[in-house]
Each structure stands twice: as structure tokens, then as C-alpha cells.
């Protein structure tokens, strides 16, 4: 039998790849609108990374991470997410020193130890931006209405939720307010909420728990317990989304898989990939880079977008983008006129023509069926024949036209009157 691939990790198929490319495409042209330059980052890092900075009682850390010992007995980690890597190495290369406020963005695979579905993947990829410098509520909104503009650019609609997780001003007030809540209600909780009385309280906003969401019915909510600063904050933040005419709603429940986030949270979510309705999510994490060993005072706000899950909602939309047809087929018989468009070929490639023949030289039949299901715009004739009489055919494969093409001297003053009509 033969090797077959790990499970959750997936085959990039060539039918998939013009999809693929279209969105990173996309994503890179709009990233360079907004002023970010591109970071790329090793797969492996330091298990360490991951542990300070998504946390250790999150599931990502105690689920979900691929680590192991290398060779010299050190743990490393595949990286879950881009944010921590791309911290490191600002840090690492002391970023802020070039410009006060860096915009950063890298696409690339992540890996996580989950249960394979319908859009989640062990193996799977993400585009993810991060701005670090600033504090400003006007960055928030510029990263969601970005974030807002690449699923619109694909064609794909999508709600925007957003929350506020405070800052550690006024987490311990709310995470108490939200521990008296729950503690009368302990009994009744799942196993994993009562776990999270002692590890995160947050994550109990979280759970999927049908009993436990009956009894979070009028539990403590995040923005009603910020302090004056986050609540400002958050205030402007949803006042620039207005002015910029970019709809959301707050959902206070939002509390998101990683320890890192500080005030502003968002979520891009779909209806139409069932359990997997997050496309894309990312938040402010004001006190991470300092965490990590970075500069103190140096706040920062991200977002990541999973490309698996875009790819598809564009096939679902009838929206997966296809390899474009070759321009020309030459369709060549005789050795003689076989050398001749192979050297033709060459040149209209060289010019830009995304051109093709037959390497076999099979019946100009065959020829001709192959340049139709290659869906070529143009076919180019040379058999003996036209060579001897030192003229070509040139057939419009849509219309049905043919022209005569002169053969006299060399394939490149033939190349040079076949691509004004190829290029129109
Ligand atoms: P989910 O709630 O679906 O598990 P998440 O909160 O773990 O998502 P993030 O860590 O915020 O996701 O990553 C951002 C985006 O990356 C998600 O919105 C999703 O599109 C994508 N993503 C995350 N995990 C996976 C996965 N295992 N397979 C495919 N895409 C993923
Ligand atoms: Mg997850």
C-alpha cells in the first residue's frame, strides 16, 4: 500500500492553487495599501514562546501544540499562531528602533493538534497582520475596516463582532464579579467551567455547554465593567467604525482562545461553514511585547484570517478561481516545422504568451483536440506544407477564424506578427 498523508495535514491541489493565489494576491496588495511590509518567521521556535505568551491554561497550550524534543533534548513547538513569532523577532531585531510604529504582516502554515473537520486542518494557514507602537483607538478600526475590505474584495460577506477585554486595570474587578456569579451556580457547571473558576474565569463566557449557558443567563458582562480609560477606548473605537460605515456588533460574550488580548477583541464570522464560523479574529495585546522581554510601554493589536476557511466560502460561492488558458497551442508536424515552433515558442513565452505544443508531435487531429481542451485562445498551424509555402495558420479558437501568417525568415519576425493579434 502506498503512503498516505498524515491526518488533518491536506494536499494543496493544482485545481486549488489559482484560489489560493488569487486571495494572497489580494491580501498582499491591500496589506500594502494600509503601509505593511511583509515578515516571515520560522515554522520552529522555542516552546517557551508559546507557553509566556498564549498562555498556559489556554487550549492551544495544554491541547493543542505540536511539540517535541529535538535532538539536543530542547522542546520546541510548531507554531500555533503568527503573533508570538513575529514578537520575537521584532524584539529580537529591536524593530521600533528603525520606525516608532511597525505594520507587519505574514502569511504562512500554522499547526495545531485539533480534531481534522470540515475547516479545521492540523496543518493550516493564516495571513496575519500585527501593529505595534501604538495604542491609538483610530489603529483598531483601520485594522477591522482592512480586515473588512480583503473579504470584500474576495466577494464575501461576513458580520464583524467586537468586545473589550479591559486591561489589568480592570480584569481582577470583573474576573471577581464574574467568580461570585458563578460560584453560587458551581454545582450545576460542567467540569471544564469549574476548572476555569481557579485557572481563567474569562473562559467561562466561552463555553459551548448547553446546561452551563442556561445558567449564565445575566452574568456579568465585560463592557459593563471597564474601567474609565478601556471604556473610552472602546467608546472611540466603535465610534471610528461607524464614521468609517463598517457595521458590528458587540458581542460581550467574545472572550477569544488566547491570554494575550487586552481591551479591543473582534471576530469575522461567517453563517456558511457551519461550526467553523470564525474566518478571521485578532484583538489588542497592550502588554505582550513587554512580556516577552520587549521594550515596557510598546502596545499592540492583530489579527490573523484562516485561508483554509476563505477557500472555501469562494468555492461555495461558485467563486474558486481558475488556471488561465494558454494564450497560443502551436501545433507543429515534421521535424523541420516541430524545431522551427519549439524555437516559436520560446520566444512568444519570452513575450509574455502563456504558450504550449506538444512535446510528441502526435496527428495534427490530436493537435488540434489538445489545443481545444487546453481552452487555448489562439492556435498556430505549422506543418510541412505551410512551411513549404512559407505561411502559417493562425485560428481565433472562439470565432473560428483563421488568418495566413507569413513564415518568411526567422520564428522571431514570425513571433512578431502573431502577438499584436494575440495581445489585444
Ligand atoms: P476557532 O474558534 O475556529 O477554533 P480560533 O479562535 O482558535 O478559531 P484563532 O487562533 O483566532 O482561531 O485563529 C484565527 C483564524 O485562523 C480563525 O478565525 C480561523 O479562520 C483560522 N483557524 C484557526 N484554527 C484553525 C484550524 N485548526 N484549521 C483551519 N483554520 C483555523
Ligand atoms: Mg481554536
Known sequence: MSVQGLKGFKDILPAEAATWQRIEATARALFHRYGFTEIRVPILEKTELFVRSIGEATDIVEKEMYTFEDRNGASITMRPEGTAPVLRAFIQHNLQLLQPIQRLYTIGPMFRHERPQKGRLRQFHQMSVEVLGTDQPMVDAELMAMAWQLLSELGLTVSLEINSLGCPECRPAYNQALLDFIGERNEKLCEDCQRRRTTNPLRVL????????????????????????CAAHFEEVRGLLALLEIPYRVNPFMVRGLDYYTRTTFELITADLGAQSAVGAGGRYDGLVGQLGGPKKMPGIGFAIGMERLVLLLEQAGAAEEEPEPDLFIAALGDEARQQAFRLMQLCRQSGLKTAMDPAGRSLKNQMKQAGKSRARFTFIVGEEELAQKAGILRDMASKEQQEISLAGEPAGWRDRIVPIIIR
Request: net charge negative; with cysteine.
Open 206 to 229: 466561552d463555553c459551548k455547554n448547553e446546561a452551563c449557558r442556561e445558567q449564565y443567563q445575566g452574568i456579568p458582562e465585560l463592557p459593563d465593567h471597564l474601567c474609565p480609560a
